[in-house]
């Protein structure tokens, strides 16, 4: 029962968190574009780098959006990590098996869950998929631990949070290795966890190893909102929202009644040149003379 | 030679610069410029600077800040500094750039993929203080330190230690005048982290709290400009006498319609000149003024202030100020009901007008913005004028200017121009959105004081110069004339001095200029050669 609970626990506050913490971001204001090429949605330019600012007069053309084009180059970050391949292959060796360890095992729950109920099939794809994302998880974390301590070039930046981290990651993946292979049917045992979350079934027990692996993944759950490893929501947004907003101003738009809220706001800041007092408002101060 | 550095050794040594650049660890160039000691010698700060001035950082002074009187002042300005810091993540202060500095704050994963796409930390052969991560590891750091709760000791050891006190603000506000905010390093993120736009906004922290902003940028720069009408310092009488001298002395030597139409009221193409083209480069005004008639284009200048004038040195570094140029530049467009602005060969003008201000250009300011890339595109292809690219007959290589390529998406229309009239037209690697900047990026082209020109020339412009000269590599020597295209003002300044410093004229006859120079040389009808190869 203890274990259930804190599976409810973990998995409940993950979901608040994670739902503030986008809700915290989405809910931020409109910003000036800054968008940056490669701009995939661009079908037919994307793969130079090109815009609809290459037509001659573009607000006369139809703009082509191709979710596609956006899927194919997402996959490629968030699956391949390509951006760190290509910048940075020494820490790929690493961060790659890491990343694909935490997709493996994401399947692999995916997997024992259906597994639970009655398809067996999956459990074997389950198993298959923990021994694989267990080993990479494993191998990723520690070579990436003796990257960021040995490396001048990231030890510079390490801080006892990232050691921290990346051991309680490494925790998180050996107790599962050990689970893996030290069980006889380790990932039945999570079919059956899950089973029971499912149907709050509180009589349900695990091996002690298979138990501590459980708790050591629910605290990191409970743990990883608190931390930048909530990166992959905040590429969603440094992606979609930043780098890829090319959405042009139009009157009447919901964007040009946020914009004119925002240009109501007094200014604070304080030198000379500005012209602010506390009530002025943006329009004010961007409008105001400057003494000649 | 190694510069092993901690961000902890921010705020600290007060009295020694944080680091020293020997040009022997520079990034090698190509024979015959892989001789340190054959370089100009740079500038040597004078004692009364050292006295005067902040020299902190690496020996380099950019800005000129005065060090302070005493402890009161220096705690008065670290006061200003943290209320700065503060206003710079309010969404009333700052709601312009919030969402992505917000971002930019929390999700760096620390990993250093940006580092090697910079061109300053890479020409500077990996010194840490200008990895694109340093600076804004500090700023991370005072933020969680001194605005964020939790205290200081899980700031360390979640975020890792910095002092704040006068040097950390000083050395930031001028670590901010070593970095172009050209975004490759941006590009190569794997979360998105931008960290020529931290650059940015601690630009605007030191402008718009502590009114701290290079001479250049400011007062000779914007305020200039709100002034008199122009950062040149012309006003609009003197504008239009230059460009009345212009217009005849390249129609009678062109043999060609070079007369420009002023204020004209409802014309197809408001033309906006960044006005260092003016003074500097004046056949680039001619060279648009020929095209656009010869095309039929109505099309007009303005003389009002500071419309005559596309720059808006506000991009650089302050919102407020950009707003009341780009404000002021829409409203003149407006006044002669303009069917578009057209953007002359100037990146951050086309910036700032094109995407920057896109959104607080609202109602009948919403005047429709181009560059002049796909216009001169049509006007090529489109058969109204005749040319002959066997007059473009010599080498010739195309820079992108960041924030028309990188930062716009405007990548092809030029390259299409240069294939069909260059026929030795050559890439250099990478370009097109990968490009690196010229050095001049981000006011870095009008600033050159103490010895901040030659850092500029030899470490900012380094990358670049290497690019060119490795375009160039199947004809090196200097019989073979070279021309570098380069559709930018700022780009054309930093080109300018690069290739002064390095004596590129002379040991490689390499010479830079606009598009539109180009479209002109190769036109049917031309009196003389547009392109002068010994007036550059
Ligand atoms: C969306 C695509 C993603 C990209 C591009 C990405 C990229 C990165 C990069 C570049 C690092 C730093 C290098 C390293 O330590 O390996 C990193 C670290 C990390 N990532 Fe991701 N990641 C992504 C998705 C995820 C996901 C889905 C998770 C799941 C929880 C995750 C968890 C982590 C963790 C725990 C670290 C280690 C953080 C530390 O060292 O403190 N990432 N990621």
Not at chain 2, 53 to 59: I, P, Q, T, V
Not at chain 2, 111 to 120: A, E, F, G, K, L
């Amino acid at each position: 029962m203890t274990l259930l609970a804190f599976c409810y626990l973990a998995v409940g506050f993950f979901a608040v968190a994670f739902v503030h913490r986008a809700w915290a971001i989405a809910s931020m204001p409109v910003h000036l574009r800054w968008e940056l090429a490669p701009v995939p949605h661009e079908a037919s330019k994307a793969h130079y780098g090109g815009s609809y600012l290459e037509e001659y007069e573009w607000w006369t053309k139809p703009r082509e959006k191709s979710l596609v084009s956006e899927g194919i180059y997402m996959f490629k970050e968030i699956v391949l990590l390509r951006g760190v391949w290509e910048h940075n292959p020494r820490m790929w060796t690493f961060s790659f098996p890491f990343h694909f360890g935490i997709y493996l095992l994401v399947a692999m729950a995916g997997c024992a869950f259906l597994a639970a109920w009655g398809l067996p099939l999956f459990g074997s794809l389950a198993r298959m998929l923990a021994i694989l994302g267990y080993c990479l998880g494993c191998l990723g974390t520690a070579g990436l631990l003796y990257m960021r301590l040995a490396d001048p070039k990231l030890s510079a930046f390490t801080t006892p949070a990232t050691c921290f981290n990346l051991l309680f990651l490494f925790l998180v993946f050996s107790t599962g290795a050990y689970s893996v292979f030290g069980l006889a049917d380790f990932t039945g045992e999570l079919a059956k966890l899950m089973k029971a979350f499912f149907t709050i079934d509180t009589t349900v027990a695990l091996p002690a190893a298979a138990r501590i692996h459980v708790v050591a993944a629910a605290a990191f759950l409970v743990y990883l909102p608190f931390t930048h490893m909530l990166h992959f929501l905040a590429k969603y947004f440094t992606y979609h929202e930043i780098r890829w907003n090319d959405e042009p101003m139009t009157a009447g738009s919901a964007m040009e009644a946020e914009v004119k809220a925002l240009l109501s706001q007094p200014v604070e800041w304080a030198a000379p040149h500005i012209g602010a007092d506390g009530k002025k408002n943006w329009v004010d101060v961007a409008t105001q003379e400057v003494q000649k | 030679m190694t510069h092993r550095l901690k961000i902890e050794d921010f705020g600290r040594n007060p009295d020694r610069p944080l680091t020293q650049i020997d040009l022997e660890d520079l990034v090698p160039l190509p024979p015959p410029y892989d001789q340190a000691a054959a370089l100009p010698k740079w500038k040597e700060l004078t004692k009364e600077a050292k006295e005067r001035f902040a020299c902190n950082l690496d020996g380099v002074v950019a800005l000129g800040l005065p060090k302070p009187k005493d402890a009161a002042e220096e705690q008065a300005t670290v006061d200003r500094f943290v209320s700065g810091l503060k206003k710079l993540l309010t969404k009333e202060n700052n709601w312009t750039f919030l969402q992505p500095l917000v971002l930019s704050l929390e999700y760096c994963a620390k990993c250093q993929s940006c580092n090697d796409s910079c061109p300053i930390y890479t020409a500077s052969g990996s010194n840490d203080l200008y990895r694109p991560t340093y600076r804004s590891e500090v700023w991370r750091r005072l933020v969680h330190k001194y605005l964020k709760p939790g205290g200081a000791l899980l700031a360390r050891l979640k975020h890792g230690d910095i002092d704040l006190n006068w040097t950390t603000v000083s050395r930031l506000y001028e670590l901010c005048y070593r970095c172009t905010m050209c975004r490759r390093c941006a590009q190569a993120c794997p979360m998105g982290v931008d960290n020529g736009l931290i650059t940015h906004e601690l630009r605007k922290l030191f402008s718009q709290e502590l009114g701290w902003a290079p001479k250049e940028l400011h007062e000779r720069g914007t305020q200039l400009q709100l002034k008199v009408g122009s950062s040149t310092g012309m006003n609009p009488e003197v504008v239009k006498d230059n460009i009345q001298f212009i217009d005849e002395e390249f129609a009678e030597e062109s043999g060609l319609d070079a007369t420009t139409p002023w204020d004209q009221e409802d014309a197809d193409v408001l033309l906006i000149h960044n006005a260092g083209e003016i003074m500097s480069w004046p056949e680039n005004p001619a060279a648009f003024a020929i095209i656009l008639n010869a095309a039929g284009i109505k099309w007009t200048l303005t003389s009002d202030e500071p419309s005559y004038d596309g720059v808006n040195y506000g991009l650089f570094y302050d919102d407020f100020q950009l707003a009341r140029i780009a404000l002021k530049h829409a409203g003149t467009a407006k006044k002669l009901r303009a069917k578009k602005v057209l953007m002359g060969e100037c990146g951050h003008q086309h910036k700032v007008m094109m995407t920057i201000s896109d959104r607080i250009l609202l109602g009948d300011l919403s005047i429709r913005r181009e560059s002049c890339i796909p216009l001169l595109e049509r006007i090529v292809f489109g058969g109204k004028i005749k040319f002959d690219p066997s007059k473009n007959n010599f080498p010739v290589t195309l820079h992108d200017p960041c924030n028309i390529t990188r930062n716009l998406g405007i990548i092809e229309p030029q390259r299409r121009i240069l294939r069909y009239l260059c026929p030795q037209f050559r890439e250099m690697a990478p370009h097109g959105a990968e490009n690196y900047c010229c050095g001049g990026g981000s006011g870095f082209a009008v600033m050159s004081g103490n010895n901040f020109g030659d850092w500029r020339k030899a470490i900012a412009s380094r990358v670049k110069f290497k690019q060119v000269l490795e375009a160039f590599r199947d004809c090196a020597g200097p019989e073979v004339k070279k021309y570098v295209c380069a559709p930018c003002s700022n780009c054309k300044g930093a080109f300018r001095d690069m290739l002064e410093y390095y004596g590129a004229k002379e040991k490689s006859s390499i010479i830079y200029g606009g598009l539109v120079e180009l479209i002109v040389n190769a036109m049917v009808g031309l009196k003389k050669p547009f392109i002068k190869w010994e007036e550059e």
